[in-house]
């Protein structure tokens, strides 16, 4: 299973974009990165998820160069309720596979 | 759809007594995962089950951690006897397939104190 590595943790102001990079330099052929946000008192819930190059949903944006080593999912115009622990997975979609999650990034919105 | 259903979401118990977590997977789903979070050790998995089948327990804490699938619909975490330092919030989680690049749904948590 592909390691992860993320920020521990950002702050950012509300309205503002916020870019969170993980690194997966070992990510394999089938390998697909999943993003997920884990509300204070909350199970993690599913973002976004992605092969290569881009992928947009109603909540963010997630941007995969060619190479695929790195991943930066992007919330756009911040509010204080996007305050969350972001975690990046990397994984297949086949076979047995543990699934587990790295320390993820915390994001703090300010006022 | 219902998602996935946990109880109880809070107990309290006293230590050396036996708890039973509850989970309930999304209807269809194959996959269920048991984790435990704590400040210290953030999200951990404990087991995962694959139809039924336990796939890996190596992160079972201890032998005083057991975890059953005796259906598709319905598993549980037991811990007996309890320790204050299982304190945690306990989540189950179900994907409709195996492989960790799968969408996992996360229950709301049971949240376990043992004085």
């Known amino acids: 299973l592909a390691k992860t590595t993320q920020p521990i943790s950002m702050d950012s102001y509300e309205g503002q974009e916020v870019n969170i990079t993980c690194s997966h330099n070992n990510i394999a052929t089938n390998d697909y990165i999943t993003w997920y946000q884990q509300f204070p008192s909350q199970g993690p819930r599913f973002i976004i998820q992605g092969y290569k190059t881009k992928v947009t949903n109603e909540v963010a944006s997630l941007f995969i160069p060619a190479d695929r080593k790195s991943s930066t999912l992007s919330l756009p115009r911040v509010s204080l309720s996007d305050t969350a622990v972001y975690y990046c997975?990397?994984?297949?979609?086949?076979?047995?596979?543990?699934?587990?999650f790295g320390t993820g990034t915390k994001l703090q919105v300010i006022p | 759809d219902a998602g996935v259903i946990q109880s109880p979401r809070h107990e309290v118990t006293e230590m050396g007594q036996e708890v039973t977590l509850r989970c309930k997977p999304i209807?269809?789903?194959?996959?269920l995962f048991w984790y435990r979070q704590t400040m210290m050790r953030g999200l951990e998995l404990l087991i995962y089950f694959n139809n039924n089948v336990p796939i890996d327990d190596s992160g079972m804490p201890e032998d005083r951690f057991s975890a059953k699938m005796p259906n598709a619909s319905f598993s549980t975490l037991k811990i007996q006897p309890s320790e204050p330092r299982d304190s945690a919030v306990y989540f189950c989680a179900s994907s409709p397939r195996t492989g960790s690049g799968n969408t996992i749904y996360f229950g709301e948590g049971s949240w376990l104190t043992v004085v």
């Open positions: 997975l990397v994984g297949d979609t086949r076979g047995y596979q543990k699934v587990t």
């Open positions: 209807s269809g789903h194959n996959s």
